[in-house]
């Protein structure tokens, strides 16, 4: 039987419901939103958005539209489902507002205007109006918009596939021999940086266990089957050991509109007694990763029986809370690590100006 559009929304959020079931014609939103579900069973970040691209090709592809305007109202539709649906994920919805930025720029080529280099100060960024955030009129019909829009996701989605390698690429940069580097959790950016470093450098790492998932474990396992000199430690013997620490390399789930990072459980730890012995903290992160979403909204947690396990039989009075992410504000970073460049993070806006466009921050 098939599933209608607003099936796939939150009940409470009627605006969302009835806009979605105003339009049945549109099949690609209904594909979209059963895809969402899929998206949860990808483990890493990459998975998600290339899978986030691909569909959203099919929604270019095989969508019913004429002009850059309705093509942009379906994604904007699409990215305000995806809110909905999950609004712990950050990656579907980036790739959503990067696709509405690709859209606009190739309406411009075509239309031979271009609003390239309009960059906004992080003040105008992180407050904008989503009452005046309406899309461009990109009325004109444009035969080779659809060819070319397709185009600009294919060299987007090649860069995503290769983000990791050219991230890693850096890593005989980044380390020198003899370096002791103190990691946390288990990120495969981060190994495959310290693995491609390590072909040319001798260093040591020394991996915090991550407490209560342990992913730590994971990562000491993958790291000496590389050959790399590993100690792995209680999450407590991080602040002792950081003194004989060189240099702290952590991965994240999501970087932030304030230069903050959205990360697993364990890295704030690590980022704050690096700041005490000032120790630099860098951080292994695509250019997909960064987004709109600001500091107080990563707050999510987990099952508590993670720590708690089923059979203990606690009183109902007894909550379990179990932190989900760690948050690192941006002042205990030292730099990002991405595919295109070392990035600070007081200027992470600036990215977000080159990534999305200002009409589409408020999804």
Not at 115 to 140: E, H, R, W
Request: with cysteine.
């Amino acid at each position: 039987m098939t599933r209608k559009p607003g099936e796939v929304v939150k009940e409470d959020s009627k605006p969302i419901t009835a806009r979605l079931q105003s339009s049945p014609r549109n099949n690609y939103l209904v594909k979209f939103c059963r895809a969402n579900a899929v998206l949860g069973k990808f483990v890493t970040e990459q998975s998600k958005a290339e899978e986030s691209l691909l569909l959203l090709e099919k929604i270019v592809a095989d969508a019913e539209w004429q002009t850059g305007s309705q093509l942009l109202n379906q994604l904007r539709n699409v990215g305000t489902a995806i809110q909905a649906k999950m609004p712990w994920e950050t990656t579907p919805c980036n790739m959503v507002q990067r696709v509405i930025k690709i859209v606009i720029d190739e309406y411009n080529t075509c239309k031979g205007a271009s609003d390239g280099g309009n960059y906004q100060s992080i003040s105008q960024m992180m407050f904008v109006d989503p009452a005046t955030g309406d899309l461009p009129k990109c009325t004109d019909v444009i035969p080779e918009l659809r060819d070319r829009i397709l185009e600009a996701m294919a060299e987007h989605k090649a860069e995503v596939e290769q983000s990791q390698e050219l991230i890693s690429l850096q890593g005989e940069s980044k380390i020198h021999n003899d370096e002791v580097i103190m990691t946390c959790g288990m990120c495969p950016m981060v190994l495959a940086f310290l693995t491609k470093a390590a072909r040319r450098r001798k260093f040591h790492v020394i991996v915090a266990e991550c407490a209560p998932k342990y992913d730590g474990h994971k990562m000491a396992k993958c790291l000496c089957t590389a050959g790399i000199q590993t100690t792995l430690v209680q999450d407590c013997a991080i602040f002792p050991m950081m003194s004989r620490v060189n240099k702290v390399i952590i991965g994240t789930r999501s970087v932030l509109s304030n230069g903050g990072i959205k990360t697993f459980v364990g890295a704030a730890t690590l980022a704050s007694a690096a700041k005490f012995y000032s120790v630099p903290l860098y951080v292994c992160t695509p250019t997909y990763k960064f987004s709109l979403v600001a500091c107080e909204e990563v707050n999510h947690y987990n099952s508590g029986n993670l720590v708690v396990p089923p059979s203990a039989n606690l009183p109902p009075s007894v909550d379990v809370a179990v932190a989900q992410f760690d948050y690192v504000p941006p002042e205990n970073v030292t730099s990002f690590i991405t595919n295109n460049r070392g990035i600070a993070p007081a200027y992470v806006y600036r990215q977000l100006s080159e990534l999305y466009h200002p009409t589409s921050y408020d999804l």
